[in-house]
T-cell receptor, first 113, second 112 residues
Framework: GEDVEQSLFLSVREGDSSVINCTYT??????LYWYKQEPGAGLQLLTYIFSNMDMKQDQRLTVLLNKKDKHLSLRIADTQTGDSAIYFCAEIPEDTGGFKTIFGAGTRLFVKA | KAGVTQTPRYLIKTRGQQVTLSCSPISGHRSVSWYQQTPGQGLQFLFEYFSETQRNKGNFPGRFSGRQFSNSRSEMNVSTLELGDSALYLC???????????FGQGTRLTVV
């Protein structure tokens, strides 16, 4: 089935680390993605991880993938007020032809100064 | 390279009317998808078009339809608008399988 689940809200203090979690159901996805949506804007790709990797680091971002549990997380180090946004976890199941992106509901990150 | 362009940015319609939204994908991208975003339901997949054919469809009523033209531009239409259709409608284009989707700014539709 196609389902991606995320918690809806996360609040952190500026300078702390943020961890956003996601679970997905379709193990056929080749890549898993994190998108960011700022107020009034469309979605922008933040980072992605290939399904045969456990971890990917990109500057302040760390993506961890537990394929056995179908669990994906995004860690933002040294969170800044500019990181306040909605973060979407997404997968592209192979059985949709590889073009249909399934999104979670999005986690709204609040960063307190 | 120009990004995904959606027009109009904002629309206000009354119940019962119909509306057409437009999306121009990034040049060279042949797949175009549409999503509805509401505070309560999150991001819901509407449909995906590739080479003028609808290949994937979400769970929306038949009032929601779309099409794609030979230049890959896409339109979506909503007929007999309901208050619950008020949402941000996002279009995304993709260059190839299993690659990231590039999103437009969206069209914010308000039904009154």
């Amino acid at each position: 089935g196609e389902d991606v689940e995320q918690s809806l809200f996360l609040s952190v203090r500026e300078g702390d680390s943020s961890v956003i979690n996601c679970t997905y159901t379709d193990s056929s996805s080749t890549y898993l993605y994190w998108y960011k949506q700022e107020p009034g804007a469309g979605l922008q790709l933040l980072t992605y991880i290939f399904s045969n990797m456990d971890m990917k680091q990109d500057q302040r971002l760390t993506v961890l993938l537990n394929k056995k549990d179908k669990h994906l997380s995004l860690r933002i180090a040294d969170t800044q007020t500019g990181d306040s946004a909605i973060y979407f976890c997404a997968e592209i199941p192979e059985d949709t032809g590889g073009f249909k992106t399934i999104f979670g509901a999005g986690t709204r990150l609040f960063v307190k100064a | 390279k120009a990004g995904v362009t959606q027009t109009p940015r904002y629309l206000i319609k009354t119940r019962g009317q119909q509306v057409t939204l437009s999306c121009s994908p990034i040049s060279g991208h042949r797949s175009v998808s549409w999503y509805q975003q509401t505070p309560g339901q999150g991001l819901q997949f509407l449909f995906e078009y590739f080479s003028e054919t609808q290949r994937n469809k979400g769970n929306f009523p038949g009032r929601f339809s779309g099409r794609q033209f030979s230049n890959s531009r896409s339109e979506m239409n909503v007929s007999t608008l309901e208050l619950g259709d008020s949402a941000l409608y996002l279009c995304a284009s993709t260059p190839d399988r299993n690659t990231e989707a590039f999103f437009g700014q969206g069209t914010r539709l308000t039904v009154v």
